[in-house]
């Protein structure tokens, strides 16, 4: 019965610990660049955009195609960094530990 309440006030602790994690990865903010650093997009590690940054050379009417495309790749590259900064939070948490299917922070 000792065993099993510890394993249940551990649970409780990393549940905790989850928590304060999740509420820290909303104030982590990376950053996703396409063309050269012409288009930046910032977001957090939630995968929340918090700002666009179009340099004012793309901006022309023929060329707006070249501008979603490259909108589309920035968001790419911002999404990859915001999971690798969440992944490298969850295992400074769990000490490497793998965590069972569903026990994801989204």
């Known amino acids: 019965m000792a065993d099993f309440l510890g394993m249940m006030k551990q649970a409780a602790q990393l549940q905790s610990k989850m928590k304060a994690m ?3 990865l ?3 903010e990376v950053e996703g660049l396409s063309g050269g650093g012409l288009v930046a997009i910032r977001m957090t590690a939630k995968m929340e955009v918090k700002g666009v940054k179009i340099d004012p050379s793309l901006v022309k009417a023929d060329e ?3 501008l979603e495309d490259l909108l589309v790749t ?3 590259d911002a999404r990859r960094k915001a999971e690798a900064a969440m992944a490298e939070k969850m295992q400074s948490l769990t ?3 793998g965590l069972p299917p569903g026990l994801g922070l989204t």
Do not use: N, P, R
């Open 22 to 24: 999740q509420d820290e």
């Open 26 to 28: 909303e104030h982590v």
């Open 64 to 66: 707006v195609d070249i």
């Open 74 to 76: 920035a968001l790419g």
């Open 95 to 97: 000490g490497g530990m």
